[in-house]
Structures are given as C-alpha cells and as structure tokens.
C-alpha cells in the first residue's frame, strides 16, 4: 500500500513539474512571460521614483494578480489598466480591487498586441527579452511623445536612447524609458 502511495504522489509531482515547465515556455509563444509577482516593496520604490500624477493613465500589461497597477491607483490616483490573459488572475484582481474599494481600475483579457495604447502615460511589463524589443517597437509607433515604459529584468536594445535610468531593487533591475 505504500508503494502505491508514493507511486502516485511521484506521478503528481511529475505532472505538476510538466505543468509548470508548459507555463513556463508558454509565455515566450504567447508573446509574455509566466506570472512572476514584484515584490511589494519593490513597487513602492519603483513607483515612488515615477512620479506618477493623479488622473494619469498606468496600464499593467500582463497584470498577474494586479499589486502593481492596484499600487498606482491607491497610492498615485492613476486611472488603472491591467491587462491579463489568466482568466483566474484576472478574476483575483477584480475580486481584490473591488475589495479594496478602487474603483478608478479595471482589469480586461485581451490580446494586447492588438491593443491601442495610445492613451497610456505609463506601461509597466515583464516579459521575455524578444517580446519586449517587439513592445519597444509597437510602443513607439503608437503611444506619444513623454509615454514612460517600466520594463522589469530585461533591457528594450532598441530603445538605448531612451533609456531615462535603469533601477535595481532587490537584485531585480527595471528599465525606465521615456518616448
């Protein structure tokens, strides 16, 4: 009976290592990244350092659970966008915001390659280094002149000149760029 047990938990814990490793690669095909939640103390400075004014317009491409855009309308005043393909993520930070009682956010699952972002004052992302160069270059086309774009652990090549500072926190660098 034991053999069983552990015959069974041992097939569990393969599948589950299968799992996360489909998620893992998933994101480079889905033009993303697998969910890696920022720490909180890390958006506090990040954010902090942005100067984010009421009213402005923060989107959160690949929101996870929705602590960063979340930070920036509850601390900024921002106007929130978090976009998120996970459907339960998406519904955790629904469900949260609400909680919280902010209302000035909204959390949609879309494609955001087909998006519009002309309207964002700041776009903060996390994603492979490929699908990063590819949003430095949807986001200069589209979006106007002073958009700032957060990108977290990857430097956006393209964009060198750009490049208003690179920030690390907690052995993490985030690269901020001005359009």
């Given at each position: 009976m034991s053999e069983l047990i552990i015959l069974t938990l041992l097939v569990i814990l393969a599948a589950g290592v299968c799992?996360?490793?489909?998620?893992?690669?998933?994101?480079?095909?889905?033009?993303?990244?697998?969910?890696?939640?920022?720490?909180?103390?890390?958006i506090e400075k990040l954010l902090e350092k942005l100067k984010i004014k009421p009213g402005q317009v923060f989107y959160d491409l690949g929101s996870g659970d929705g602590r960063v855009v979340k930070h920036a309308v509850k601390n900024y005043q921002a106007r929130g966008i978090g976009v998120e393909i996970n459907p339960w993520l998406l519904l955790w930070s629904r469900l949260t915001s609400k909680k919280d009682g902010l209302t000035n956010i909204k959390f949609i699952s879309q494609d955001f390659w087909k998006m519009n972002l002309n309207n964002a004052d700041y776009i903060y992302f996390y994603m492979s280094p490929r699908s990063a160069e590819k949003?430095?270059?949807?986001v200069q086309k589209e979006c106007r002149r002073g958009t700032v774009l957060i990108s977290k652990a990857f430097e956006i090549k393209t964009m060198r000149d750009k490049l208003v500072e690179a920030v690390l926190l907690n052995d993490k660098r985030y690269w901020i760029y001005k359009i």
């Open positions: 799992v996360w490793c489909v998620y893992m690669l998933a994101g480079e095909f889905l033009g993303g990244a697998a969910f890696v939640p920022t720490n909180q103390k890390d949003l430095g270059k949807k």
